[in-house]
Nanobody
Framework: QVQLAESGGGLVQDGGSLKLSCANSGRIFSMYAMGWFRQAPGKEREFVAAISRSGGDAAYADSVKGRFTISRDSAKNTVYLQMNSLKPEDTAVYYC?????????????????WGQGTLVTVSS
């Protein structure tokens, strides 16, 4: 199973930016679509963004469209989430995920592997 580890979370001001990274320690990173989910206190885990195996296609939740950008670097076995114009409502634990397809993540919140999560806190 692919093993994922997130980093880059922290405390930022309203309107600030953060870039999250997710490193894969497995050998077949290129076989997976990758995604990001988040879970705020008292809320269910929700889909944020996903990117295809090739990096040619991406999907975003309406709440982050235009503000967040997902990308991947196959040579480094790493997926990124660039978060701009952050709002207090973006505060959550962010989880990296790997799945066979983007659709599995967008339609069912399903993944074959999950990272441990990294906390993003946006203050006003």
């Amino acid at each position: 199973q692919v093993q994922l580890a997130e980093s880059g979370g922290g405390l930022v001001q309203d309107g600030g930016s953060l870039k999250l990274s997710c490193a894969n320690s497995g050998r077949i990173f290129s076989m997976y679509a990758m995604g990001w989910f988040r879970q705020a206190p008292g809320k269910e885990r929700e889909f944020v963004a996903a990117i295809s195996r090739s990096g040619g296609d991406a999907a975003y939740a309406d709440s982050v469209k235009g503000r967040f950008t997902i990308s991947r670097d196959s040579a480094k076995n790493t997926v990124y989430l660039q978060m701009n114009s952050l709002k207090p409502e973006d505060t959550a634990v962010y989880y990296c995920a790997a799945a066979i397809t983007i659709a599995a993540m967008t339609r069912r919140n399903a993944a074959d592997a999950w990272g441990q999560g990294t906390l993003v806190t946006v203050s006003s």
